[in-house]
């Protein structure tokens, strides 16, 4: 079955292709770049795994073309927080919760118990 998904040369997938965990050195999915710190900086895919008879796929870019994974600067953090902040502010009482408000009620859960 896994020789099913081996085309190196991308003849039958239109690009390289390998069976789940025979993906060749160099190669990295998003998730083994996120790991590593790096992100694929705009770069394509350059080659895919594929597995589950062909219902599962991952995509490899090229680790030599990875740039480091970004860092938010503080005014970007302050302003995460700020915003996380307001999902768990009440609009009834006020209250900060530590827990995020339902949308769907638009309340804590002590204010919508009490309607």
Same mark, same amino acid.
């Given at each position: 079955m896994t020789a099913t998904f081996y085309d190196p040369a991308g003849t039958r997938y239109g690009m390289p292709t390998y069976?789940? /965990?025979m993906a060749p050195d160099g190669l990295a999915t998003r998730r083994? +770049? /996120? @790991? =590593? #710190? %790096? /992100?694929p900086a705009g770069h394509e895919p350059v080659a895919q795994? %594929?597995? $589950? $008879?062909g219902k599962r796929v @991952?995509? %490899?870019y090229r680790i030599s073309l990875a740039a480091p994974k970004r860092v @938010?600067?503080? =005014?970007? /953090? *302050?302003a995460i927080a700020k915003a996380l902040r307001a999902r768990r502010t009440c $609009?009834?009482? #006020? +209250?900060v919760q530590p827990y995020y408000i339902p949308r769907r009620y638009g309340c804590c +859960? *002590?204010?919508? #118990?009490?309607h």
């Open positions: 069976p789940y /965990r083994q +770049l /996120r @790991a =590593a #710190g %790096l /992100r795994l %594929l597995w $589950r $008879r @991952a995509y %490899l @938010a600067t503080p =005014a970007q /953090r *302050d $609009r009834v009482c #006020g +209250l +859960l *002590d204010c919508h #118990g009490g």
